[in-house]
């Protein structure tokens, strides 16, 4: 039936690990990954609990195509409370170490309590022990990373890690995979750094069995292959360019928050695009982007690896940076590129590359840093409050430096590390911070955008893209064309989007796919791999499911539907050039209807009758 159907409880005050079996019921209900966990995170945590508490679980979770030869089916989640919103946190992440625990027999781990002292948890199929990490404490991910490798003398194991970002309390710290796949909005970093929990190792050769249908399952994965392989985006944009390919695309529909927010277009986006990675430089003659990159089971490959020209000033004497990395997405490129004035590729790049070595959310480190630097121009930040860093928009040095810190837990980086709700705040500029529910909103202006707008005021886990991604059809025309600037029709859109985007996560697919696939495409692999008959309408209605399901465990965390709101520049200030120049994000046009079609009260609270429609 596809699931392991095994859970791992790992009781860190006790020390103990102890297998136990996975709520089938529940399964059937949310499928599993991002649903799945969430529903035992609502059933064993009281969602008033201090999210850095031992009374705070972390859970480690696979879908049921995790691990399988489905098309993308290597991503898990981590499920948890957010140090950083006070929300449900679920952040997922791609590379390998998903599909090894899968083949290591496990559908879930639940971290639980916390250790007295430094440990990771090694699991060997079904063995599993905590193991001392004492001499691991203060170490960045890639340290981790080797240092465990020699000890264990398996090149086979998969590791994911946290760096000293999250041993300092860095609110947006990122749990790293792979050296560079990250779990990495939401601090869910934080909360494992938390419990003295500094990795969790996997060595899994068992496979993956149980499958319902075999013979149907091969022919369905034939055929959505085919069907990604011939679509423009995921056949030939995302393999050629990864999700820069947006750079350029979003800048010029006026949608990419340059310095702060404050401009909607860069205009040096085209030095730090996907197209720009693959040009040789002037300096060495070599270009940015070595190769692509694939996770585990994927055919679109949108990874890069990139190296740092190594005369450039942040690596000159540094050879360890010398060598291919994890290169830039576009959010990645965007918060520290173009929201903070910054076209330095080079620069960029090892940034990128110290958020990955020592796990930092790049999207909330770069948003942090880009309202720093406004504040700081405004007066608001003095030298003497960040150290010396002059906090201009476009130092590159300053990004270099500013980076370090964060990551080191030292000096301005400190300040950086709460995320910029609470630097904003702290300095009397909270109208400066672009956040929604505390976490940074990502590469794309609502005001140029409309629909990513309300997407974003009412994500469950803060400002998020990757919760209704309704530039698919407001840019890219995926499924089908709408018009950005409007706001007729947007909220069934995003319900739409969110609503199937929970499913996708929840079944271990990569939501990239989707700008291929629709349920259709992916129902059909869910129902001959799972237990029971999974239709598109139950897919879809299972998304609504968990949406609800994380709604109200916010709701009872103290959140309202004040909440569900934007930073004031973009309500008020309007765009300045571009197709969307003269416009404000309409957000009050939307979320009534919004609320009205998800069946809430106007006070953004579920009806009862919601709640039972959804078996809630």
């Known amino acids: 039936m596809s699931w392991s159907q095994k859970v791992l409880r790992v009781n860190l005050t006790n020390g103990t690990a102890v297998a136990e079996p996975l709520n089938m019921e529940w399964a059937q209900k949310y499928l599993g990954q991002r649903g799945l966990g969430t529903r035992y995170l609502c059933e064993e945590v009281d969602p008033q609990v201090d999210a850095l508490s031992p009374e705070n679980k972390l859970i480690m979770v696979n879908g049921p195509l995790t691990g399988t030869m489905a098309a993308t089916g290597g991503r898990y989640a981590v499920v948890t409370k957010s140090p950083l919103t006070g929300a449900v946190a679920c952040s997922n992440s791609g590379g390998f170490i998903g599909a090894e625990l899968r083949n290591a027999g496990w559908d879930m781990v639940i971290f639980e309590g916390r250790s007295d002292k430094p440990v990771y948890l090694n699991i060997e199929n079904q063995n599993a022990e905590l193991l001392d990490a004492s001499d691991l404490w203060g170490t960045s991910v890639w340290e981790t990373d080797e240092k465990i490798r020699q000890r264990h003398q398996d090149p086979r194991v998969r590791i994911a890690a946290v760096g000293r970002s999250a041993e300092n309390g860095c609110l947006y710290s990122a749990i790293v995979n792979d050296l560079h796949r990250a779990a990495g909005r939401s601090g869910v970093g934080t909360v494992m750094a938390s419990k003295n929990l500094k990795a969790v190792v996997v060595r899994g050769s068992l496979g993956v069995s149980g499958i319902k249908d075999p013979q149907r399952f091969m022919k369905e994965i034939a055929i959505q292959k085919q069907v990604l392989a011939d679509n423009p985006v995921t056949g030939v944009g995302l393999p050629t360019y990864g999700t820069q390919v947006l750079m350029n695309v979003i800048n010029e529909v006026g949608a990419q928050p340059t310095r702060n927010a404050r401009d909607v277009q860069f205009e040096s986006a085209h030095k730090i695009s996907g197209e720009a990675m693959h040009e040789p430089r002037e300096s060495d003659g070599k270009p940015n982007l070595t190769r692509n990159a694939g996770c585990f089971a994927c055919t679109i490959a949108c990874g890069r690896i990139s190296t740092i020209d190594q005369t450039h000033f942040s690596i000159k004497n540094k050879p360890q940076y010398w060598g291919n990395t994890g290169g830039l997405e576009y959010e990645n490129a965007w918060s520290m590129g173009s929201d903070t004035g910054i076209d330095d590729l080079d620069a960029v790049t090892y940034a990128n590359a110290i958020c990955n070595e020592d796990g930092i959310d790049p999207i909330s480190f770069g948003a942090t840093l880009a309202a720093a630097m406004e504040m700081f121009e405004a007066g608001d930040l003095t030298l003497e409050d960040t150290g010396g860093l002059e906090l201009r928009f476009g ?178 200030e309007a765009a300045k050039t571009g197709p969307a120049k003269g416009m404000v994000a309409k957000l009050g046009d939307m979320l009534p209807q919004y609320y009205e079609i998800r069946g809430w009260g106007d006070d953004g609270v579920p009806s009862k009758e919601t709640y039972q429609r959804l078996g809630l």
């Open 395 to 572: 130092s590159a040095e300053v990004l270099v430096k500013a980076v370090e810190l964060t990551a080191a837990g030292e000096g301005f980086g400190k300040e950086l590390a709460m995320g910029s709700k609470r630097l904003c705040e702290k300095y009397g500029r909270p109208d400066l911070s672009m956040t929604v529910k505390g976490q940074e909103f990502p590469a794309y202006d609502p005001r140029g955008i409309q629909g990513m707008g309300l997407a974003y005021a009412t994500s469950n886990r803060g400002a998020c893209h990757l919760r209704g991604y309704t530039v698919s059809s407001e840019v890219l025309g995926i499924p089908e064309k709408t018009d950005p600037l409007a706001t007729e029709g947007k909220p069934e859109l995003v319900k739409a989007f969110q609503d199937a985007t929970a499913a996708v996560d929840s079944s271990g697919l990569c939501v990239f796919a989707t700008f291929a696939w629709t349920l259709d495409n992916i129902a059909p692999q869910i129902d001959a791999a799972c237990e029971g008959e999974w239709t598109v309408e139950r897919l879809a209605e299972t998304g609504e499911r968990i949406w609800n399901m994380e709604r109200r465990f916010n709701l009872a965390a103290g959140l309202t539907g004040a909440d569900d709101s934007l930073p004031k520049r973009l309500l008020t």
